[in-house]
């Protein structure tokens, strides 16, 4: 991997992808994109930046040609969420926003493509424990059908054209630096914001919702090592289950007050509670361990004691 564009590059796995991508390879090297450009701040600048909307078919091309890209993280997307509340954005975004980048990047000379699943990608009808890595996908979201079309489109590429194209189905995502953008995970990073600004929050699923989440550093390192992995140990290439831990909110609720003892959380459930209900309570990740040697670093307890450490840092520092 020598010349990098990642979309998305603003977003919550975006955000810390850059920056990892840029340690490793080198800055000039890694080229990010977003539909807008974020504001520099004192320990991050975004140059080499690029304004960048995925459904422009024409503006995906002319970056690949323009930066002679060989290798595209492509991130942008829109969330379960959000995508319930504009579907046909949603599929617009998330899978002709894919097409695009699938077809700019065959055309291009492109070596590898890495775009992230779900677990978004099942739904009520899938075993929700120790769910495995073949089983059924019958979504009940826009944004998990763009998951399993997205899945089936990026084989497609792999099988059709022989398209190096990697991806792994993400649990939720759990970062200190940028808040996610209008996820039904979204309360396991808003929940630690508000126990350290205000003592107190209203979550938005029941204390007894279990998901299987992922701490950013192993989400990371899932992108890279996968990415980086040899491509005959794959038997999988798209879609892989990723997980690190799982928990229900009352049990993150409890972790937080072991180091905020005042800390008090309501469990109000909206609407988001029927899609966390569709959704698996923990993954079967052996394909993974087993083809590209993946390996988590965090669970439960590492990830509170290192969450609420860097967001009391940025409290310090009035960044909160
Ligand atoms: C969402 N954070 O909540 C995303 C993720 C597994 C959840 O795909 O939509």
Redesign the pocket.
């Known amino acids: 991997m020598k010349r990098i564009l990642i979309t998305g590059a603003a977003g919550?796995i975006g955000t810390e992808l850059t920056r990892e991508l840029r340690r490793k390879y080198g800055v000039d090297n890694v080229i990010a994109s977003s539909r807008h450009r974020p504001e520099d701040d004192a320990k991050h600048s975004w140059t080499p930046f690029e304004v960048l909307d995925v459904t422009d078919r024409d503006a995906i091309r002319a970056a690949i040609e323009d930066y002679n890209i060989d290798t595209v993280f492509h991130l942008a997307a829109m969330?379960?969420?959000v995508?319930e509340q504009d579907p046909q954005a949603a599929w617009d975004v998330n899978i002709n926003g894919l097409h695009h980048v699938l077809e700019a990047s065959r055309r291009g000379g492109v070596e590898k493509v890495f775009w992230p699943s779900?677990?978004?990608a099942f739904g009520p009808t899938t075993p929700r424990n120790n769910t495995p890595q073949d089983t059924i996908t019958q979504p009940t979201t826009m944004?998990g059908v763009t998951?399993v079309t997205g899945e089936l489109l990026c084989d497609y590429y792999v099988h059709r054209y022989g398209l190096d194209v990697r991806g792994v189905r993400?649990?939720?995502?759990i970062s200190s630096d940028t808040l996610?953008g209008?996820?039904?995970?979204?309360y396991a990073v808003e929940i630690f914001y508000e126990a350290i600004r205000q003592g107190h929050y209203t979550c938005f699923v029941r204390e007894d919702t279990v998901?299987p989440m992922i701490y950013m550093p192993d989400c990371i390192l899932a992108a890279t090592r996968l990415m980086e992995a040899d491509l005959s140990r794959l038997q999988h290439h798209n879609g892989f289950n990723v997980s690190a831990m799982s928990f229900s909110a009352g049990e993150l609720a409890a972790e937080i007050r072991k180091y905020i003892p005042e800390f008090a959380c309501r469990f109000e459930p909206d609407q988001r509670q029927a899609?966390a209900d569709s959704?698996p309570r923990s993954l079967d990740d052996s394909a993974a361990r087993a083809e590209w040697d993946w390996q988590p670093a965090f669970g439960l307890a590492g990830m509170t004691v290192d969450m609420l450490e860097k967001l009391r840092t940025r409290e310090q520092l009035g960044t909160l």
Do not use: F
């Open positions: 919550q969330l379960s969420a995508g779900s677990i978004a944004y998951k993400y649990p939720g995502v996610p209008g996820g039904t995970t979204d998901l899609i959704w």
